[in-house]
T-cell receptor, first 114, second 116 residues
Framework: AQSVTQPDIHITVSEGASLELRCNYS??????LFWYVQSPGQGLQLLLK??????LVQGIKGFEAEFKRSQSSFNLRKPSVHWSDAAEYFC????????????FGTGTRLTVIP | GAVVSQHPSRVICKSGTSVKIECRSL??????MFWYRQFPKKSLMLMAT?????????EQGVEKDKFLINHASLTLSTLTVTSAHPEDSSFYIC????????????FGPGTRLTVT
């Protein structure tokens, strides 16, 4: 069965520091991978996605993620965090069910300190 | 493009009443929409998949008679929480999948339901 693991529940970084949020997935076929961001009380915004091709994908707001098949990972990175990046981040895997569902990780809450 | 709206954004209702939440795809047609529920500090839980013109498919453990879903057009799906109780208080998020775009879902801004 498919699953998504985000091992870090909460991460705190200083503004301007680099960031890496971890995501591991379990799925038997080629995964479709996504990162979403959710600000408090808001819906989900797509940061980036991986379907195929180049394993390093660029997203909005300066984020990037790298798909590593050997490690079943899709970690999200940003070289310099801004205070506005404080939010909840969700990794998700799209699976080939009849409904093409997304399966979400439990999320990582990012706090940015001045 | 690919904007999904939800209405209302917040609703407070009394226990025993019903509440309807609308989900609209504003600039594309969505044959499939999804309804999620999110508990505080938790991830999204898929409640049901809504297909235009047919019955919704509910996830295990979700009461279909309590959470009525109607997808009457290619741009509108509604979720009605019937006989709401305080334990139904939650953040409900809908999403829509555009035809021809596998595994992509565009999310609405969510609806905060509080049942008193």
């Amino acid at each position: 069965a498919q699953s998504v693991t985000q091992p870090d529940i909460h991460i705190t970084v200083s503004e301007g520091a680099s960031l890496e949020l971890r995501c591991n997935y379990s799925y038997g076929a080629t995964p479709y991978l996504f990162w979403y961001v959710q600000s408090p009380g808001q819906g989900l915004q797509l940061l980036l996605k991986y379907f195929s091709g180049d394993t390093l994908v660029q997203g909005i707001k300066g984020f990037e993620a790298e798909f590593k098949r050997s490690q079943s990972s899709f970690n999200l990175r940003k070289p310099s965090v801004h205070w506005s990046d404080a939010a909840e981040y969700f990794c998700a895997v799209g699976v080939q069910t009849g409904a093409n569902n997304l399966f979400f990780g439990t999320g990582t809450r990012l706090t940015v300190i001045p | 493009g690919a904007v999904v709206s939800q209405h209302p954004s917040r609703v407070i209702c009394k226990s025993g009443t019903s509440v309807k939440i609308e989900c609209r795809s504003l600039d594309f047609q969505a044959t499939t929409m999804f309804w999620y529920r999110q508990f505080p500090k938790k991830s999204l839980m898929l409640m049901a998949t809504s297909n235009e013109g047919s019955k919704a498919t509910y996830e295990q453990g979700v009461e279909k008679d309590k959470f009525l879903i109607n997808h009457a057009s290619l741009t509108l799906s509604t979720l009605t929480v019937t006989s709401a109780h305080p334990e139904d208080s939650s953040f409900y998020i809908c999403s829509a999948r555009a035809p021809g775009r596998p595994y992509e879902q565009y999310f609405g801004p969510g609806t905060r339901l509080t049942v008193t």
